[in-house]
């Protein structure tokens, strides 16, 4: 059974910077591709970034490109989500989710495992 473990969510000042950890066990990690999602209260589920298998492709959503950098360490079986020059807009609960590497990942792939997610607050 595949679970995902997401960790290091918590309150920052607009500006700062929060490392996200998502450790993943029940699967061969370096054959899935993972991604990380936020919801907003009151808001739908938005795509924040993605990275496949291998590592070489890495996709991000708009609102954070420059800003958020997605890595994984398959030797550890966990992919990680820097968020630097965070902003208020970016408060919302953040999920780690991952899929088989086929098809080939893209912006609008979809995941068959979540995890519970973790709370990222940014005060202003």
């Known amino acids: 059974q595949v679970q995902l473990v997401e960790s290091g969510g918590g309150m920052v000042q607009a500006g700062g910077s929060l490392r996200l950890s998502c450790a993943a066990s029940?699967?061969?990690?370096?054959?899935?591709?993972m991604g990380w999602f936020r919801q907003a209260p009151g808001k739908e589920r938005e795509f924040v970034v993605a990275?496949?298998?291998?590592?070489?492709?890495?996709f991000h959503g708009d609102s954070v490109k420059g800003r958020f950098t997605i890595s994984r360490d398959n030797a550890k079986n966990t992919v990680y989500l820097q968020m630097n020059n965070l902003k208020p807009e970016d408060t919302a609960v953040y999920f780690c989710a991952g899929r088989s590497g086929i098809p080939m990942l893209t912006p609008a792939s979809k995941y068959d495992y979540w995890g519970q997610g973790t709370q990222v607050t940014v005060s202003s």
């Open positions: 029940g699967c061969t990690f370096n054959t899935y591709d």
């Open positions: 990275i496949s298998w291998s590592g070489r492709n890495k």
